[in-house]
T-cell receptor, first 114, second 112 residues
Framework: DAKTTQPNSMESNEEEPVHLPCNHS???????IHWYRQLPSQGPEYVIH???SNVNNRMASLAIAEDRKSSTLILHRATLRDAAVYYC???????????????FGQGTILTVHP | DVKVTQSSRYLVKRTGEKVFLECVQD?????MFWYRQDPGLGLRLIYF???????EKGDIPEGYSVSREKKERFSLILESASTNQTSMYLC???????????FGSGTRLTVV
């Protein structure tokens, strides 16, 4: 499985933008880039995913480098509720299968200060 | 929204007991997954299923089995629970690979 590398932790202040980086230098052409977050005592929550183009949704934006070897999750205005562990994961669509299992790394612990 | 429901939030079992963890999803997803999460080890895939009666081993299947008799239900079975199976167990489902997973809230299992 292709691997991702994320910083262990990051800090932000409330209402400021947060840029969470992820390196995936061995990404293949069939890998989707997924981001999940996990709040304390809860299961992971899907945030966003993309293949080649930048993506926006109500939770966040995903900026994907042109060579796809890195990506950045952008939280436009951090709130205290955004404090969580953020996981960047590659999901493989190759082989004609639909399941494309996710392999989680250690993620980035985001602390948001009031 | 897709809902993934795990039958128990907390469970305490004795060593050697047979344990069933149940997971139900309500959006007709083909794919279902069981993970366990431990401090310092992150989330690790135990088993997954991409269709009824189909199953595939994940990264740590030893000591576990699964059952998928109906599309909406995926059960994780600990044939003979041991203390090293004390963990948080998370179920997830998804449809196509270009969509996200939906996770349940987890079952915290303690084996004493």
């Amino acid at each position: 499985d292709a691997k991702t590398t994320q910083p262990n932790s990051m800090e932000s202040n409330e209402e400021e933008p947060v840029h969470l980086p992820c390196n995936h230098s061995t990404i293949s052409g069939t890998d989707y880039i997924h981001w999940y977050r996990q709040l304390p005592s809860q299961g992971p929550e899907y945030v966003i995913h993309g293949l080649t183009s930048n993506v926006n949704n109500r939770m966040a934006s995903l900026a994907i480098a042109e060579d796809r070897k890195s990506s950045t999750l952008i939280l436009h205005r951090a709130t205290l509720r955004d404090a969580a562990v953020y996981y960047c994961i590659l999901r493989d669509r190759a082989g004609g299968t639909s399941y494309g299992k996710l392999t989680f790394g250690q993620g980035t612990i985001l602390t948001v200060h009031p | 929204d897709v809902k993934v429901t795990q039958s128990s939030r907390y469970l305490v079992k004795r060593t050697g007991e047979k344990v069933f963890l149940e997971c139900v999803q309500d959006m007709d997803h083909e794919n279902m997954f069981w993970y366990r999460q431990d401090p310092g080890l992150g989330l690790r895939l135990i088993y997954f299923s991409y269709d009824v009666k189909m199953k595939e081993k994940g990264d740590i299947p030893e000591g576990y089995s699964v059952s998928r008799e109906k599309k909406e239900r995926f059960s994780l079975i600990l044939e003979s629970a041991s203390t090293n199976q004390t963990s948080m167990y998370l179920c997830a489902s998804s449809d196509r690979v270009d969509r996200g997973y939906t996770f349940g809230s987890g079952t915290r299992l303690t084996v004493v």
